[in-house]
């Protein structure tokens, strides 16, 4: 029986600067019966990455609009476990390992709160997925 609730979701950064420079999923944000919560590790990728004043107040106005959750203890270990098994799997560079900590930090968030990882990045949220469940749709 349905719980009347709606599900949760979490937009990966992949998703925010794509409609921030495109603008094309916004009406699919707005009529989405999803509620969308925020991880700040998403809130820290697009204030690293912002190279404009406006990209920098976008994230600050994201941040104070969003219901923020921060990765816990046990998601910080569990997120370095994974990115470690991937990274000697995979023989994945720093770099390559860096970027995927940010996205097991944000996968395993999102677990834990229930969510769903909404995200452009298949690739790297299936391979993190493949060691640890978690709910994921991805845009295209």
Avoid at 12 to 37: A, K
Avoid at 102 to 130: C, H, K, M, P, Y
Wanted: net charge positive.
């Amino acid at each position: 029986m349905p719980s009347g609730r709606p599900d949760l979701a979490v937009l990966d950064t992949s998703v925010y600067v794509d409609n921030f420079r495109t603008g094309r999923f916004t009406e699919r944000i707005i009529e989405s019966q999803l509620l969308f919560r925020g991880v700040t590790v998403v809130i820290h990728e697009l204030l690293r990455g912002a190279r404009r004043p406006e990209e920098r107040e976008f994230a600050i106005a994201l941040s104070r609009r969003l219901r923020l959750f921060t990765p816990s203890e046990r998601v910080w270990l569990d997120s370095a476990r994974v990115v470690a098994q991937l990274a000697a799997a995979k023989g994945y560079d720093s770099r390559k390992v860096r970027g995927l900590s940010f996205d097991a930090l944000i996968a395993l968030t999102a677990r834990s709160i229930g969510a769903t990882v909404v995200t452009l990045n298949r690739q790297d949220f299936e391979e993190i997925r493949s060691y640890r469940r978690f709910r994921l749709l991805c845009w295209e």
